[in-house]
């Protein structure tokens, strides 16, 4: 591999372009710069964060072309998808800047116990310092986003670690930030492999806290690296979706075929397992695989293209691997089950797929859906549960007390009633229970994670004469 990383287009093979492999020593510098960026960060007004954030979200809207383009070269999503996720990562800067505009505060009313008689106080947000940011490679460019727009707002430095896979857009999305006014030390990009430029960034004293997005694998084990600092982590899933027999069932369909083969199945909230009742499982599998049937595979640079790569070959070899599993175990192909090309492989519809198989505990992490039916409404709930993940879950119905029970009941970050369950607004709360992550993101709050409350009390003014 050397000192620098290749970066492959996984549709074509062809290189798109080079980074540096940073290690401990270049972490090691880039955090010193980020201490002075944090004390500079500091010492902004929220006015001056509010024009580099906006100033963000601009650069992006100008660059919006030549972004989208690098990310489906870099990750093979479709054209359309990457320009989706530069029009959101825009977004995401205005939601950070908005939250500044008048960002609410508490006063104590510390006379209203005995020990406060004639006290008064209040609390106010303050930076942490440096945060550590370390990014996947599916979504690369909206979860860069996601921890760089709140980390400046709430006025620290950040230092983020993208996927080897896909540095170039945050590269590049780097040097669009400093043209929007932050400070070169306000933000760094350190590029390198998870094991060695990420362990660095983990372990480092200075971090103040480590907001990590990317495998239960990689994550149930930075704790421990990081020592003492806040971490919050963001993981993976293997999204349940209940279907009701009140469900309009052609809603329901085109949301599963969205959800299960956007970005070829690589997202943490996926639909990776409908639970459909048995009296509508034949209707909803018909409806589901005319509309999977269509959609267009290939070229993911093409505008007509509906689904595109996996991330590289070994993927595509974990998906045959994978599918092989399921239909020795008794699952049957109804959809796709084939590899295309090297990277790509067929969106893929399985049914019969055995209840509490070990493989349904897996994140597929690519185009495969698996359904299953049940009986009782009790057991769609506790087959929905019965994994060690928790991020997003979906129902469909119209009854009133089944979506009502599913928001108390199913284990989830997130449920979501009528919608797919890759349904996210950037405003909104985001993150797993379980084994799916730790903390919540979605701006307000990563501001929240991002910022340490302290407390103000005044006494009454004791003159000194
Ligand atoms: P990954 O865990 O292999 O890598 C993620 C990042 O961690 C990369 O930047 C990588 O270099 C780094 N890394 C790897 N080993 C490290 C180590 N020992 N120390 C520090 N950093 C290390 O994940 P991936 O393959 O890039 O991404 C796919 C995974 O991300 C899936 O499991 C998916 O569900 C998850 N994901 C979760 C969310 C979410 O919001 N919950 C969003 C997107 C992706």
Redesign the pocket.
């Known amino acids: 591999m050397g000192d620098k990383l290749t970066v492959r287009n996984p549709y074509s093979g062809e290189v798109v372009g080079f980074a540096p492999r940073n290690m401990v020593r270049e972490v090691d510098e880039a955090i010193e710069t980020a201490r002075e960026g944090a004390a500079g960060m500091r010492a902004t007004t929220l006015h001056d964060r509010r024009r580099m954030l906006t100033g963000a979200a601009g650069q992006l809207q100008e660059h919006r072309d030549e972004l989208s383009v690098l990310l489906t070269r870099e990750a093979g999503k479709t054209i359309r998808e990457t320009r989706a996720e530069v029009d959101r990562a825009a977004s995401i800067f205005d939601l950070a800047a908005a939250e500044l505009v008048a960002p609410p505060g508490d006063v104590l009313a510390l006379d209203a116990l005995p020990n406060g008689a004639a006290m008064t106080g209040y609390c106010m947000r303050e930076p942490r310092g440096i945060i550590g940011g370390?990014?996947?490679?599916?979504?690369p460019l909206a979860?860069a986003a996601?921890k760089i727009a709140p980390a400046l707002a709430a006025g620290n430095s950040i230092v983020l670690?993208?996927?080897?896979?896909t540095p170039l857009s945050s590269l590049l999305l780097r040097d669009l930030l400093l043209n929007a006014g932050v400070p070169e030390n306000g933000l760094l990009v350190i590029t390198?492999?998870?094991?060695e430029?990420?362990?660095a960034?983990?372990r480092h004293p200075n971090i103040a806290m480590l907001s990590?997005?990317?495998?239960?694998?990689?994550?149930v084990?930075?704790p421990a690296?990081a020592g003492f600092k806040k971490v919050s982590?963001?993981?993976?899933?293997n999204s349940p979706l209940v279907v009701t027999p009140s469900a309009n069932l052609e809603a329901t369909a085109n949301a599963i075929v969205r959800g299960a083969f956007a970005v070829a199945g690589?997202?943490?909230?996926s639909v990776q397992r409908v639970i459909a009742h048995r009296t509508i499982l034949g209707d909803l599998l018909t409806m589901v695989s005319e509309v999977a049937s269509k959609l267009v595979v290939g070229d993911p640079v093409s505008d007509t293209t509906d689904v595109g790569t996996l991330?590289s070959r070994e993927a595509c070899d974990r998906i045959e691997k994978l599918v092989a599993d399921l239909k020795s175990a008794g699952a049957q192909v109804v959809v796709g089950g084939k590899r295309e090309a090297e990277c790509i492989y067929l969106p893929t519809v399985l049914t019969s797929v055995e209840h509490g198989g070990r493989m349904l505990q897996q994140?597929a992490?690519g185009p495969v859906v698996m359904f299953l039916q049940y009986t009782q409404f009790d057991e769609a709930i506790a087959i929905a549960n019965s994994t060690d993940y928790g991020?997003n879950a979906a129902i469909w119905t119209n009854n009133y007390e089944e979506a009502m029970r599913a928001a108390r009941e199913l284990q989830a970050g997130t449920v979501i009633v009528n919608e797919s369950t890759t349904f996210r607004s950037d405003l909104m709360p985001?993150?797993?229970i379980k084994q799916?992550?730790m903390g919540r993101?979605g701006v307000r709050f990563a501001i929240d994670e991002m910022s340490v409350m302290k407390t103000v009390c005044f006494g009454r003014p004791i003159s000194s004469n």
């Open positions: 370390i990014t996947p490679w599916n979504v979860l996601h670690k993208p996927a080897e896979q390198g492999l998870g094991e430029a990420g362990d960034l983990v990590f997005t990317g495998s239960r694998e990689v994550g084990r930075l690296a982590l963001e993981l993976g899933g690589q997202l943490c909230i991330i994140e992490f991020l985001y993150g797993g799916s992550g993101e």
